[in-house]
């Protein structure tokens, strides 16, 4: 896991080098940056990369203050998205002109998904689906599999996009969420 993890590390934008120990004595993770690159958008992407492999750091002092939260409106699914990072998880935010629901996750693929499929759900008062699996392929698409007690469903999307919005996407298709209309009947 740790050379595709560093291998996917190095792809963004604003990274100069990785360096990935997670089982050695000074386990951890070594990233430099490119000289004028943002430091907060690379480290949102980072958080965020970690986040969809799962990997976690404890820290005994408190975090730095964390960058500015990504959120992206989509106004061809009636929702925005707001996913942030946390000490440990991530607060996702569904909204809607007239509905907000948000939920505070764990920082894995799956509990992300769940909590972005559950709030959507409840923004657009529709019943729960469950996240059955959350992939990232070699390709660079992010594939979000759901249940909704009858039939499985699929959505997928390029992480390219950004993570916010290949979750965004992803959790739409899986939903069947493909026009604002069947997403947000209330909205004008």
């Not at 080098?17 to 070594?30: A, H, Q, T």
């Not at 106004?75 to 907000?100: C, F, H, M, N």
């Not at 948000?102 to 923004?123: K, Y």
Request: charged fraction near 25%; include cysteine.
């Amino acid at each position: 896991m740790s050379s595709g993890l560093a291998s996917r590390l190095e792809d963004i934008p604003g990274v100069a080098s990785v360096v990935v120990d997670l089982d050695g004595f000074g386990r951890g993770i070594d990233v430099r940056l490119e000289p004028g690159a943002d430091e907060a958008v690379v480290m949102e992407k980072l958080r965020a990369l970690l986040a969809a492999y799962g990997v976690k750091h404890e820290r005994e002092t408190p975090p730095p203050p964390s960058p500015p939260s990504q959120s992206r409106p989509r106004a061809d699914l009636g929702v925005e998205v707001t996913i942030s990072p946390l000490k440990s998880g991530a607060r996702i935010e569904v909204a809607t002109r007239s509905v907000k629901s948000f939920r505070v996750v764990a920082a894995t693929p799956m509990a992300i998904a769940q909590g972005l499929a559950d709030a959507w759900c409840q923004v657009v008062g529709r019943v729960p689906i469950e996240v059955v699996d959350v992939a990232v392929g070699d390709d660079g698409s992010l594939t979000v599999v759901a249940f909704n007690g009858e039939e499985e469903s699929r959505g997928r999307a390029d992480v390219s996009e950004g993570w916010v919005s290949a979750l965004t996407n992803a959790v739409a298709g899986a939903l069947g969420a493909t026009a604002r209309a069947e997403t947000d009947p209330m909205v004008s």
